[in-house]
């Protein structure tokens, strides 16, 4: 079994890395529940995003010098609409909430605690720099979507042990194009939140 090494890096310093963490993520989002349809210029620019904020954070999974995983976050306040309106009608104080924009590994990757490390990396630098929530949100199909899997089990377990929680009454749309579908639909989306303090 190889090994993998977790780096870090924030804002412009992923930039040689941005085509390679396109490409994984259209790779990985093409599986249940999200079905992403992706276009390596939609990442590029949805990716950017993250580049151009000096306070985002990235953490790369590697295996020699390929990236196998990655997951990043960045200020709730620097990021889309969508993300930010909920909590600002929910009457949060959004810039104290850290958001994690994914968390995308292969595969053949998983069960190792990557999963676990991304989301503790997340945090520590959330912590340090004086966000009292973390918080991501997750795609939310039917029960009897005709593309789920026999063998699909959701991440909620996952998450709850970690110390998140679904919070229902937070919760967005976001576009995007499932496989074999003509055009970009609205997702419906649910917020897990944890508390830092």
């Known amino acids: 079994m190889s090994e993998t090494a977790l780096h870090t890096c924030q804002g412009s310093a992923i930039e040689p890395r941005l085509e390679e963490m396109a490409h994984l993520r259209i790779t990985?989002?093409?599986?249940?529940?999200?079905?992403?349809?992706?276009?390596?210029?939609?990442?590029?620019?949805?990716l950017r995003r993250y580049a151009e904020c000096p306070e985002s954070l990235f953490v790369l999974a590697e295996d020699g010098d390929a990236l196998v995983g990655a997951a990043t976050g960045m200020p709730l306040a620097q990021d889309v609409e969508e993300f930010r309106t909920p909590f600002e009608r929910a009457g949060f104080d959004i810039g104290s909430v850290f958001y994690y924009g994914e968390s995308v590994l292969l595969t053949s990757y998983r069960g190792r605690g990557i999963g676990k490390a991304f989301l503790a990396e997340r945090e520590r630098h959330?912590?340090?720099?004086?966000?009292s929530t973390v918080a991501f949100c997750a795609v939310e199909r039917p029960d009897d979507h005709p593309l789920k899997p026999a063998d699909y089990v959701p991440l909620h377990g996952f998450w709850r042990a970690q110390g998140y929680e679904r919070h229902p009454e937070l919760a967005t749309t976001f576009r995007w194009k499932d496989i074999g579908e003509p055009e970009e639909t609205d997702k419906p989306m649910v917020f897990w939140l944890k508390s830092l303090q």
């Open 126 to 131: 959330a912590a340090k720099r004086g966000f």
């Open 28 to 46: 990985v989002f093409r599986d249940f529940p999200y079905l992403y349809d992706g276009s390596f210029n939609y990442e590029a620019n949805y």
